[in-house]
């Protein structure tokens, strides 16, 4: 008998020591986290600020197959009046990788305020493909950021904001990207994430519709400026519609499409904000 619970005890401390190596990586993507957003240039927090937090797991083949990836969760508050953002624990997502796969795991915490930036997120909406696409994405939606233990949270390093200088398609390229984070979807009923799709609307819209109606807009533009359309179900017909020959054409034939009608598309039709 003690043979045998000897020899439980060895196989269980091998198998503790295999799955060590990705524990610290997965614990930290789980645990509650909290943070603060701040104003770069003044220190000071701010409140009423959407907080998107993610959370991902990958693994290589296990000797043949393909590798695997999976989104774990994404959630999607507003900071206090202290600035202060809490993200809850998501352990039912729990779970480990088989030893020697290669295991990674990662989250994000990021910010989305219409006329700010997260700190470090400027390559996104400053270098471009030939076709219009963004090289990069924002840092901040891939990045896991630094964070220290207390206990059983953790205090997720200040996210830092400011106010950049942008035109309209960096604008839309950046803010499409922060909300892309989120994972809205069609109808989103969270009011935070309600609350992400207003604000864009309540900046581009205006914007696009300001323009002279024949400015002409790159494929990415308008793509970014209906993701944030008031009636976004609608929006893709609406531009087949009114733009029939530029939407038949693939991204990298560089279609181009009209401001007056993308500022249709994203007022549902009325072409006034």
Known sequence: MKRLLLALLIIFTLLVLLFLPQLP???????????T?????????????????????SHGPLLVGPGGYAHLYQFVTTTDAQGRYEIPSTWSTFGLALPGSEPRSGWIATAFKPG??????EKSWKVFHSDGTTMFKPRSVFDTPGASSRGIYLEVEPIK??????????????????????RLGLLPTDTNKIAIRQQGYELLAPWVCALDVNTELDY?????????????????????????????????????FRAGN????????????
């Open 37 to 57: 957003v701040v104003d770069s240039k003044t220190g000071r927090p701010m409140p009423n600020v959407i907080v998107i937090s993610a959370g991902w797991a």
């Open 116 to 121: 700010y930036a997260v700190v470090g997120d």
């Open 161 to 182: 904001l400011y106010r950049p200088t942008m035109t309209l398609k960096e604008a839309a390229v950046y803010y499409g990207a922060i909300k892309g984070a989120a």
């Open 25 to 35: 990586d997965r614990l930290a993507v789980h645990m509650a986290k909290t943070g």
């Open 220 to 256: 990415s533009t308008m793509a970014f400026i209906e993701g944030f359309a008031e009636n976004v179900l609608d929006a893709s017909a609406l531009l087949k519609d009114l733009e029939p020959e530029q939407s038949r054409l693939e991204p990298y034939e560089n279609p181009k």
């Open 262 to 273: 993308v500022c249709k598309v994203v007022t549902n039709g009325r072409g006034v904000p």
